[in-house]
């Protein structure tokens, strides 16, 4: 049923917890994983138009993301892939989403941030009200 997963990952303690659930989800279904996680400094988000090399916080960025696909692929024997996008999280993971033809899209909710919320909104709201997939949302401790 769902082939192929992206798993949108932050730097948080919570994103283990989602990794977790989304192995177990994927095992049964058979499904691979696809891991990503969208860099959004400064650097990310004008590394293309300024023609800039890659930052240190992208670097580490890209070392998380290949550690969790090997322990991954390890624990499990999932087929996992890795991402590392750069810029606005919800437009990127909506195009890797849309690029990679995912079945579902599955994200850590960390609750609500009251104003931040209100102004910027969330991550997984504009995702969620963007995509055309299914979405597996874990919630954070």
């Not at 917890?17 to 192995?23: K, S």
């Not at 909710?109 to 504009?126: C, F, M, Q």
Request: glycine residues 4%; hydrophobic residues 45%.
């Amino acid at each position: 049923m769902y082939s192929k997963i992206l798993v949108a990952l932050d730097h948080t303690d919570s994103a283990q917890l989602l990794l977790t659930q989304v192995a177990k989800l994927a095992t049964l279904m058979k499904s691979e994983l696809l891991l990503v996680h969208v860099a959004d400094g400064w650097a990310a988000r004008n590394f293309t138009q300024l023609n800039l090399a890659s930052s240190e916080e992208m670097r580490e960025d890209w070392n998380r993301l290949e550690s969790a696909a090997t322990r991954l692929r390890e624990e499990t024997g999932l087929t996992v892939s890795t991402r590392l996008a750069l810029g606005s999280p919800p437009d990127e993971i909506l195009k890797v989403a849309h690029s990679e033809r995912v079945d579902m899209i599955a994200m850590i909710s960390h609750g609500h941030r009251l104003v931040g919320d209100i102004i910027h909104g969330s991550t997984i709201e504009a995702v969620r009200h963007r995509t055309h997939v299914a979405m597996f949302i874990f919630p954070s401790k």
